[in-house]
């Protein structure tokens, strides 16, 4: 599961069990390296999804090429009213995310990805990226086998950290 929102969280479950990691750092989905040489991003690195497209991603990318200071949600509805500037760093950012499902597809090859959190409510622009960035991208056989599902939680990283604690 990926939740889309200023961050990317997201967590991997095998069996029914949370994967956890040997330091409980497992299911960094945010960090997902996809281009070393990209933007600096908040863990450390260069090049994570999260720092191209997550909420505070699109924002930065809006910062250098509008000049300006906008949240994914201003972006999205710039995008709406015709803006090509906003629609291709929405754009961009969906790709971004697609290549970083390509990859856990070929190392996880899961039979579900859950995509959730605001993000999604940037609607076809970022979604149709992110599908065609899944599609042009990795082995058939990953990619063919598993369903992307879009969640309507409002509040998924709560009930998933509620459940950890009460479940």
């Given amino acids: 599961m990926l939740i889309l929102g200023t961050g ?40 994570c999804v999260e720092a191209f497209a997550s909420g505070s991603g699109l924002s930065a ?7 300006g200071a906008l949240d994914a949600e201003q972006l999205g509805t710039n995008a709406k009213r015709g803006d090509q500037v906003a629609r291709r760093i929405i754009e961009d950012g969906g790709r971004a995310l697609g290549t970083a499902i390509v990859s856990l ?14 993000l999604l409510r ?16 990795g082995m058939p056989l990953a990619r063919g086998s598993f369903e992307l599902i879009i969640s309507t939680l409002e509040e998924p990283s709560l009930l998933g950290a509620g459940l950890l604690i009460f479940g």
């Fill in 105 to 118: 597809l070929q190392v996880l090859n899961p039979q579900r990805v859950i995509l959730s959190g605001p």
């Fill in 122 to 137: 940037l609607g076809s622009v970022y979604m149709n990226a992110v599908r065609s960035s899944i599609e042009e991208g």
């Fill in 61 to 67: 990318r809006a910062r250098e090429a509008m000049g």
């Fill in 8 to 47: 990317i969280g997201g967590g991997v479950v095998v069996n029914g069990e949370i994967v956890r990691g040997v330091r409980n750092a497992a299911g960094e989905l945010g960090h997902v390296v996809i281009d070393r040489n990209g933007p600096a991003c908040s863990c450390g690195a260069h090049g």
